[in-house]
């Protein structure tokens, strides 16, 4: 079982689709943990941008591309999704408040499809922000193991991503000697908002990559 990407790119292709096609949503499931469940028979790329044109993009809304590894995704209103492919969230994540689907677009890993559900998001209290269960392995195209994260849209083109973390931690340098303690620290600077997802269309007013005449 490997770690899964959480992050996505994209081709931009407009596409018509009918109701023929989007009756070809076939279910899977991915063992016991998680309900693993993909879109197929239509572009799913173009099902996306035409059902977020039809039901509203609010800023979340679109196609995003993952600044780990490159994966795109598309996020989607999960009502209309679920109406047009009949996929939803696993039963006990439903929810009546409003609630977005995180759609595999395109990935790295050749072992995972185009339309698969990688998550779902609702709107926290606190403005641009959602909390979002994503799914973090799989055991090749089977996911499993939802983790808990906070995506907080920072302008039209940025959105961060921050794990959430639960639990009981331990901590090593209490094992040691008490005099080994205070000459020991462990250090990271790193900010833990640096991951994350910039926008790939609706092309935002300050396009990461902006084209130059």
């Known amino acids: 079982m490997t770690r899964l990407p959480l992050t ?5 292709l407009a596409a018509t689709f ?3 096609q989007a ?3 076939i279910p899977a499931t991915a063992g016991k943990e998680s309900p693993h469940l993909r879109f197929k028979g239509v572009d799913v790329d173009s099902l996306v941008m035409a059902i977020c044109k039809e ?3 609010r800023r979340i809304g679109g196609i995003w591309s993952a600044t780990t590894d490159g994966a795109s995704v598309g996020i989607v209103p999960a009502k209309a999704w679920h109406k047009t492919t009949g996929i939803a969230p696993p039963e006990k994540e439903r929810t009546l408040t409003e609630q977005w689907l995180m759609i595999l677009l395109d990935s790295p890993d050749p072992r995972l499809q185009p339309g698969t559900l990688m998550g779902w998001l609702t709107p926290a209290a606190k403005p641009d922000h959602y909390n979002a269960h ?3 392995r799989h055991n090749n195209a089977t996911l499993s193991s939802p983790r808990q994260f906070v995506l ?3 302008d039209d083109g940025h ?5 959430i973390h639960k639990g009981i931690e331990i901590n090593p340098w209490r094992l040691l000697p008490y005099m080994l303690r205070g000459s020991l620290k462990y250090r990271d600077d790193t900010p833990p908002d640096l991951d994350g997802f910039l ?6 007013h300050n396009p990461q990559n902006p084209r130059y005449l």
């Open 18 to 20: 009918t109701p023929e």
């Open 8 to 12: 996505i790119a994209i081709t931009l």
């Open 134 to 136: 994503i799914f973090t």
């Open 152 to 154: 907080h849209i920072v």
């Open 159 to 163: 959105m961060t991503m921050r794990a």
């Open 23 to 25: 009756a070809a949503a």
């Open 199 to 204: 926008k790939k269309w609706p092309v935002p």
């Open 55 to 57: 039901h509203g993009l």
